[in-house]
């Protein structure tokens, strides 16, 4: 389990799953266009040229509070449009408990996005209800994001086998799971009274505070740690994998707004660059976390 001391704070990792296409989430990231990226090798980018990344969360110790960060896919989630994540058994919160964490203790929730594979255990199923797995925990939500996924929820589906581009079929299938996902993870948090609706920026905790990063989502956050020159900044999927700090116009296909995640990479990447900032990716491949130094007219990922 990797880990790192920011001031008082200690940030582990702890994986649910690696995760697999990548290159058709970043269609701009073509074989002989990553090989250009040298850096990228072998951590990044394997052997066969193939792009790898993870599904982990981020656990934060500070000042006695337990935050979490990022809940990933989850068990028994029902996602019939998602074969890969569909009734699966990732075991994230046993690994979680055998990091030494306790459920029970944990204060705080923060979720970058609402998407699928960052809202999985916030919920377990119990006797066939989903529940809240932190049951002591504040839940916080960035409140245009909670909107925006709740109004997707309750707009009505389209059968992706009714649609003729393969991007509309592929948009109207997540959509689907998306519906999935929020009434399995993130409604029962609500109706348990857990949930909180923030407006970032804010700071939930002494040295933790949620950023706007929109693009990949309407209210994307990422959460910076620390204060003064001890700092770390979590960037969820404001980044899917490292070869987008070489190419910030590489948005994904999965970023509902590609002209604003393009723009929200840019911003971090000149605010980190050359500072002791720890940038910590979301879905990178291990070593995960990093410094932004330039390289030529871009930058690279300093892990
Ligand atoms: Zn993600």
């Known amino acids: 389990m990797a880990n790192w001391q920011i001031g008082e704070a200690r940030i582990s990792a702890i994986v649910e799953q690696t995760l697999g296409g990548l290159e058709a989430l970043i269609t701009k990231a073509k074989p002989e266009a990553l090989a250009e990226i040298d850096w990228l090798a072998p951590n990044y980018v394997d052997d066969a040229g193939n792009m790898v990344g993870l599904v982990q969360c981020f656990v934060i110790e500070t000042g006695g509070k337990l935050v979490v960060v990022d809940t990933c896919v989850g068990d028994n989630k029902d996602l019939p449009s998602n074969a890969e994540w569909n009734q699966q058994q990732f075991g994230l919160l046993e690994k979680f408990e055998a990091a030494?964490?306790?459920?029970d203790k944990v204060d705080l929730v923060l979720c970058t996005h609402l998407h699928l594979d960052h809202v999985g255990i916030n919920t377990r199923l119990v006797d066939g209800v989903w529940q809240p797995t932190f049951k002591h925990a504040r839940y916080l939500f960035a409140r245009s994001e909670y909107e925006y996924w709740k109004a997707e929820a309750e707009r009505e589906p389209v059968d992706p086998e009714t649609l003729e581009k393969p991007f509309d079929k592929m948009r109207a299938a997540f959509h689907q799971t998306?519906?999935?996902?929020?009434?399995?993870?993130?409604?029962p948090v609500m109706a348990a009274g857990l949930a909180e609706l923030v407006d970032p920026p804010c700071q939930p905790l002494p040295g933790i505070f949620l950023v706007p990063t929109p693009g990949h989502t309407p209210g994307h956050v990422s959460v910076a740690v620390g204060a003064?020159?001890?700092k770390a900044l979590i960037t969820g999927d404001s980044f899917h994998?490292?070869?987008?700090?070489?190419?910030?116009e590489w948005a994904t296909v999965a970023d509902i707004d590609r002209d604003a995640s393009t723009e929200t990479r840019r911003t971090i990447l000149d605010q980190l660059a050359g500072t002791d900032v720890l940038m910590l990716g979301t879905h990178f491949a291990e070593p995960n976390g990093g410094r932004i130094v330039e390289d030529g007219d871009s930058y690279r990922f300093d892990a």
């Open 100 to 103: 030494g964490f306790d459920p």
């Open 241 to 248: 994998h490292p070869c987008q700090i070489a190419r910030a």
């Open 228 to 230: 003064g020159d001890a």
């Open 178 to 187: 998306q519906i999935h996902a929020h009434e399995q993870s993130v409604e």
